[in-house]
C-alpha cells in the first residue's frame, strides 16, 4: 500500500483538528485527512457561539462554577479549571486568524445562554461555528506546513509495539494509502447520525469512537447523549434547529390537540431547562403517539419573529410555513455527545502516540452535562493543549504494522442496517430509557452487528464502514446506559 510519512496526523477539519494543526505546524509537518469537503462539519453548524469569561464583570471562577453546576457533580474540575481560564487567550488566537466575531463599541458583544450566570456567549450573529472554520480553514491552507486532503476516510489506526503510529485511509481518486506520524489526533467529532434525529451533519458517524474502540483505547460516559428540545420535524428539512431563543421570546409548545402540555409538567413552562423540556416532549409524544409536538409563534408581532429570527424565520418560508401563521412541527433531536475517548489535560488517550480533541473526547470538562457554547471552547483549548504536548513525541525506528482489511458491505445492506439501528437508539436509547428497552437495543444492535459480518463482501464505499463505527459507537452507549444505575444529567431511566 502507498504510504507517507509526517510529523503529526490530524484526522478531521473541524475546530478541533485545525486548532492542532495550526499549532503543530510550528514544530513540524502536520498531515490533514478530512472524509468530506474541508468545511463538513459539525463545527460549521455551530449556531449560538463559543464561551468565555471576557466580560467586565465576569471571572473564570464563575464561568467554572457554571460549568460544574450543569456538569451536574461528574465533572474533573482540574479540566474544567483549564477549560475556563485558557478561554480569553482562545477567543483572542481566534481573532489573530481573522474570526470576526460581533462586537458592541470597543468590546465583544456578549451573548446568554441558558446555565451562564453572565453574558459570557461570544458569537458571529446566529452563524458563529460557520465563521470559525471559515476562519481556520483560510488559515490552514495558508499555512506551508500543512497538507490537507478532502474526501480522504480514515478507516484504521495504525498500532506498532503498544503504540499508534498512524493510519490508513481511502482516498477519492488515489485509493488506500497509508500515513505514518509521531503524533496521531482523532478529532472527527460527533455520533449523531445513529439516531433517527440530529442535529449533525451527514458526517457524525462516531467515525472516531470505532476506531478508538478497535485500538483498545479507553472510551466513557457515552450514556451522557444531549438531546436539543426543538428541531424541525419535515421530511424536506430534517434537524433544523430552531433556536431556543424562539421560547425565550416567547413561544409556547402545543400538542396535536392544541393544549399547552408544558403545564402538566414544569412552572418554568417553555423555559425549563433543556433536559426537561426535551423529556416532557418525548412524553407527550407518546402518551397520545404522535410524531412531533407544535412551536405556536402566532401570537407574536410578525416584524419581531422576522427581525430576530431572520435564518429561521426563512428557512420556515422555504417549505411553506409562515411563523407568523403557522404552528411549527418539532421533535427533540441528539444533539451532542458529552461522553468519548477518554484523555487527560494534554489530550493524551490511554493508548500512547494517539490524542483526542473535541466532541470525540471526553475529557471530563462535561461531566453528566454540557453548558451551552462550552463545546467549541473544549475543542480549542484541548487540541492546542495536545499540540504542546505531542511535540517532543518521536515514532519508533522499527515500526512495522500489518491492518487486516475492513469489511465491506454494500449500500443498499448499509442503509437497511443503519435504519434499523436509528430506529432501535430512538425508541430504546434516547431521552428516556428504561432497563427493559436498554437490554432489548443491546440484543438488537447485537444483532445488527453479526449480520453486518455475515455479509457478503463487497467493493469499498464509505457509507457501510461508517455504519459499522455506528453500530460499535452505539453498543459503547447502551453498555455505559446499562451500567449506570443512577438518574444523573443527561441519563434518565425511568426504572430507576
Ligand atoms: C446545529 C449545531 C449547533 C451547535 N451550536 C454550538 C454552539 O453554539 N456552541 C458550541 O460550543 N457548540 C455548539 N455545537 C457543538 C459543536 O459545534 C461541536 O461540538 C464542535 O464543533 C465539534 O468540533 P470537532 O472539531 O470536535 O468536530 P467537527 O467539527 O464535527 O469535525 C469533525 C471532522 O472529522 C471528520 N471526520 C469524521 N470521521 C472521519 C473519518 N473517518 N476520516 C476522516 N475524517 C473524518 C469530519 O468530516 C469533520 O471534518 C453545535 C452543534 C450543532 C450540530
Redesign the pocket.
Known sequence: MNSEQFDFLV???????LTFALRAAEHGRVCV????EVS????S??????AAAVGEADSWELHEQDTLIAGAGLCDEEAVRFLVQNAPESIQWLISLGARFDVAGDDLALGREGGHSRNRIVHHADK??WEIERAMVAAAKKNPNIVLFRH???TKLLLSQGRCVGAS?EIEGLGPKRFTARAVLL????CGRMYQHT??PK???A??IALALDLGAKVENMEFMQFHPTTLFHPQMRSF?ISEAVRGAGGNLRNHLGRRFMYDYDPRLELAPRDVVARAIEAEMKKHGTWCVYLDTTHLPPDRLLHEFPTIYDKLKQIGLEMEKDWIPVVPAQ??SCGGVSTDLDGKTSIPGLYAA???ASTGVHGANRL??????E?IVFAAAAAEASKHDTLPDKHGVSTLPVHCITEAESVRLRRALQRTMTNHVGIVRTDGGLGLALQEIDSLLDEYRSLPESPYSQHPLETHNLLLAARSVVTSAIQRRENIGLHFNSDH
Open positions: 484526522i478531521g477539519s473541524g475546530l478541533a483538528g485527512l478530512t472524509k468530506g463538513d462539519s459539525n463545527t453548524a455551530a449556531q449560538g457561539g463559543i458563529t461555528g480522504a476516510f480514515v485511509a478529532s472527527t467529532g460527533g442535529t449533525n458526517v457524525a458517524t467515525d472516531g434547529l444533539h451532542y473535541g466532541e470525540v451551552a457554547s462550552n463545546s467549541l471552547l475543542a
